[in-house]
């Protein structure tokens, strides 16, 4: 069916919104349906009126979710998101929502002012908004409590590694290595995270140091400059504390963090950088030895130099 432009213009304008804000799906759907169906039956005499409720009803919209772009961009975007149907979901970050997109989502996603700066707002190409969120740090968190679920079934009830049949030993140490290595991912996308967010946040306050350490940029030479791990979890939480006037977070008496520096890292780059080097001056190969001698912790235990348990301890000092 054919709509006059003004129809056509008014009416996709209002599925836009909708398409971002709660889905073509439900009412919003019904109702979209209800009114094409109405102009079926509009002489062009009616045309006008029918133009002026969809525009009452478009200015509650985007008051309702604090509208920022202009009627055009929402079209555009949503032309877009359509034409990705087939090639799976859409994400459009949560920095791009409050900055060009809406300035009260919260009435669309309650949990909004809680939610990360870095995060993605989930949508499927045909009905839009999904209520769903993508925050990598929490993927990566549950990518390594998945793996070490696996690792505690695959140890069952053994006190010692010795009493697992062979297959069962090499799938618990395929899943070992994985967890090393889904740990670290986590921590320094976590620490990632919260460096992103507060540089974003706080850009325009931050000297020019500081914005470079959180950005992992050169600017007097325009080029990326990484950060190392260690100067990442003593470093990000001192500044973002301190950028946000938050009590100091010193961790350099803090236990967990150097086991996860020290041990842990080089546990984690035994796994990342596989060699059979030998050390002349001790007579070992520490990173065969390492990689050969990962072991399940016990729930709970912090004693040995590197556990699993150093990990959220650290988290919970951060957060």
């Avoid at 080029?223 to 100067?231: E, I, L, N, P």
Wanted: charged share 30%.
């Amino acid at each position: 069916m054919d709509l006059v432009p003004e129809v056509a213009t008014a009416l996709e304008t209002l599925e836009a919104l909708y398409y971002f804000t709660q889905g073509v799906r439900g009412e919003s759907a019904e109702h979209l349906e209800k009114i094409r169906g109405i102009y079926r039956y509009l002489l062009p005499s009616g045309y006008p009126k029918l133009v002026s409720d969809l525009e009452r009803d478009v200015r509650l919209v985007r008051e309702h979710y604090g509208a920022i772009a202009t009627d055009e961009f929402y079209r555009t975007l949503f032309r877009e998101a359509r034409e990705a149907d087939g090639k799976g979901v859409i994400y459009i970050s949560k920095l791009r929502v409050v900055r060009e997109l809406f300035s009260r989502y919260d009435n669309a996603i309650v949990r909004w002012p809680h939610i990360k700066l870095h995060s993605f707002v989930v949508f499927e190409p045909k009905v839009g908004f999904q209520n769903s969120m993508f925050e990598l740090d929490g993927q990566l968190f549950h990518d390594a409590q998945f793996m070490l679920y696996k690792a505690r079934e695959a140890q069952g009830s053994a006190k010692s590694q010795r009493e697992l049949s062979p297959t069962r030993h090499r799938a618990l140490h395929t899943l070992l290595r994985s967890i090393v290595t889904a740990l670290f991912t986590f921590v320094e996308g976590y620490l990632n995270g919260i460096a992103f967010d507060c540089f974003q946040t706080r850009h325009d306050e931050l000297k020019l140091d500081d914005h470079d350490f959180l950005g992992e940029w050169n600017s007097k030479n325009k080029q990326r400059k990484f950060v190392k791990f260690d100067d990442k979890v003593f470093g990000y939480p001192r500044l973002i504390a301190k950028v946000k006037g938050l009590p100091e977070i010193d961790l350099s008496a803090f236990k967990p963090a150097h086991r996860i520096i020290k041990d842990g890292k080089e546990i984690r780059d035994a796994i990342t950088h596989p060699s059979a080097q030998y050390d002349v001056d001790d007579h070992t190969q520490k990173k065969m030895t390492l990689f050969a001698g990962l072991k399940l912790p016990a729930p709970g235990v912090v004693e040995a130099p590197f556990t699993v348990s150093a990990i959220p301890l650290l988290i919970e000092r951060i957060s």
